[in-house]
């Protein structure tokens, strides 16, 4: 069976002249064209050949020696090569390439950026991509609690978190409450693994361990404090999202960082405000 946007492995049933034609002896009308300048070397009928299948400019099944960077149901980062009224077009290793319509983009992609899309056939034959990647991602992760891993983001909710792709294929979740900073779906973060679910799923973080975590805090909250003139105008008891906004840390994280720096006497704390001693 010819299957497209699938590598597989088809017999030469006929040569011609223009290239040779491939498919199964059970179902010899069933042919794909492979053509001329993609045949190797030597090839003659009763060979077997690795192929992809791909549709031509006219819409006609036609089989390519060359590999692409994703089959059907795989997700890989391509990169966006040109954007027109019909959508964009990637770059998926082939002489064709692959359309992104607009509607199966969840942020407008631009010339030059990456994007981490999943391969389907769309209504109407043909193949397209998707930036909608969830339902293709992998629970099959080799990691564990603790381990530090890439991921990508490709959806945000607001009240769920972050979605990631772990090595761009495995189901990755960083929860709201673990989010600090603005992210945004394309980018790329370093996280640490802290629960791996009963499905396979991660849930992730983007800090450290609280213990491992305080020296950069501390560090950070110093620096704020610099940026204020040595004067931070607000103290531990702030509302959350203040300390959010800020410094991107949570309240619980801040206050560690605070209590630490008041037991090394670098700080004084007031009802509104935390001096740098000396100031």
């Keep these: 069976m010819i299957e497209l946007g699938k590598v597989q492995e088809l017999e030469v049933l006929r040569e011609k002249e ?8 059970e179902d010899a009308e069933a042919s794909v064209l492979l053509p001329k300048k993609q045949v190797p070397a030597g090839t003659k009928t009763g060979d077997r ?3 992809f299948i791909y549709k031509d400019s006219e819409d006609r ?14 997700t890989a980062l391509l990169k966006v090569t ?12 082939l002489e064709k390439e692959l359309l992104l319509p607009f509607k199966e983009q969840n942020h407008k992609v631009r010339v030059g ?13 043909r193949l397209a991509a998707t930036t909608k990647v969830y339902s293709y991602m992998n629970s099959n992760a080799p990691y564990k609690k603790d381990d530090w891993v890439e991921c990508r983001v490709y959806e945000i909710n607001e009240n769920l978190g972050a979605f990631v792709a772990v090595d761009d294929k495995y189901y990755g979740l960083i929860p709201k409450k673990e989010l600090f900073s603005s992210c945004h779906p394309g980018e790329a973060l370093k996280a640490r693994v802290t629960k791996v679910r009963e499905d396979g799923k991660l849930d ?10 305080m020296d950069t805090d501390v560090d950070l909250v110093m620096k704020v404090i610099d940026e204020f003139d040595g004067v931070l105008p607000f103290s531990d008891k702030a509302d959350p999202e203040v300390i959010k906004r800020e410094l991107g840390l949570s309240k619980n994280a801040f206050k560690r960082a605070v209590g630490h720096l008041l037991k090394e006497g670098k700080i004084e704390i007031t009802e509104k405000s935390i001096k740098r ?3």
Excluded: H, N, W
């Design 18 to 25: 223009f290239g040779v034609y491939l498919g199964e002896k």
């Design 49 to 51: 050949l690795r192929v």
């Design 61 to 74: 099944l036609i089989a390519t020696a060359t590999m692409p960077k994703l089959q059907v149901g795989e």
């Design 82 to 93: 040109d954007v027109s009224k019909i959508g964009a077009f990637l770059d998926m290793g």
């Design 113 to 125: 950026e990456e994007c981490l899309v999943a391969l389907y056939v769309d209504k109407s034959g």
């Design 204 to 213: 992730l973080s983007l800090r450290d361990k609280a213990y491992l975590q």
């Design 277 to 279: 001693k000396g100031k």
